[in-house]
Nanobody
Framework: VQLQASGGGLVQAGGSLKLSCTAS????????YEWHRQAPGKQREFLAG??????RTYGDSAKGRFTISRDNNYAASLQMGSLKPEDTAVYYC?????????WGQGTQVTVSS
């Protein structure tokens, strides 16, 4: 399974971005899509997850500002709003596929003040 994360970029504080994660390869059932991020000098942080029943969970940094969606078995997205400079980080998509976990390569999000 290969994951492609896209949609990152430079945005002003208060703006919005939508990240997308697309799975390809020998994809069967993806049980969970998650988004994480890692800022320079900080640990990787869980932002949001959605399982194949549509149940969503959010980390504290994402609650009220970010929304995770699952388009189908092969794609998910993260709609981010009210962005702050402290949201600047590399954003990663992660999936649980059977007994395996896969990470995407990350997409950079930079929020300017």
């Amino acid at each position: 399974v290969q994951l492609q994360a896209s949609g990152g970029g430079l945005v002003q504080a208060g703006g919005s971005l939508k990240l997308s994660c697309t799975a390809s390869g020998r994809v069967l059932t993806i049980h969970v899509y998650e988004w994480h991020r890692q800022a320079p000098g900080k640990q990787r942080e869980f932002l949001a997850g959605v399982n194949n029943s549509g149940q969503r969970t959010y980390g504290d940094s994402a609650k009220g500002r970010f929304t995770i969606s699952r388009d189908n078995n092969y794609a998910a997205s993260l709609q981010m709003g009210s962005l702050k400079p402290e949201d600047t980080a590399v954003y990663y998509c992660k999936v649980q596929h059977g007994r395996h976990v896969y990470w995407g390569q990350g997409t950079q999000v930079t929020v300017s003040s």
